[in-house]
């Protein structure tokens, strides 16, 4: 299951975390290390318990194309579930629900473009002489 491109990332990540401060002790890296790590597969398999098959390959879907939303959805399943809140398996029309949801508490980026046509009519080709 482990990757090993995931894997060499995450020592180049350490690494970088090591040269950030100072060196820092080994063991304490490794510990860290180790600490994150089980906290994915404790989220994993909360997900996996809380999310059947259909609602699990949509997110993953979504996590390849936004992943930070992927992640902010799957950190937002796991608190439901912890709290209670989720009685049976979601089902990927509830989740689609949630992400609709989702998608209208937050804000909408809004992005412009400008377009400069004195720049454009100097960088004209087809003027006749």
Do not use: W, Y
Request: with cysteine; charged share 30%.
């Amino acid at each position: 299951m482990a990757d090993p491109e995931l894997d060499k990332i995450r020592q180049q990540r350490l690494a970088q975390l090591q040269a950030q401060h100072g060196g820092g002790d080994p063991n304490q890296a490794k510990a860290q290390e180790e600490r994150m790590q089980a906290m994915e597969e404790a989220k994993h398999s909360i997900l996996a318990q809380a999310l059947s098959q259909d609602a699990r390959a949509r997110l993953n879907t979504i996590k390849l194309s936004k992943p930070e939303k992927g992640a902010m959805v799957e950190n937002m399943i796991c608190r439901m579930v912890q709290m209670g809140q989720v009685g049976t398996k979601i089902s990927e029309q509830e989740l689609i629900q949630l992400l609709e949801s989702l998608n209208q508490q937050m804000p909408k980026s809004t992005s412009t473009v400008k377009f400069d046509r004195r720049r454009a009519a100097l960088d004209s080709d087809d003027e006749d002489f």
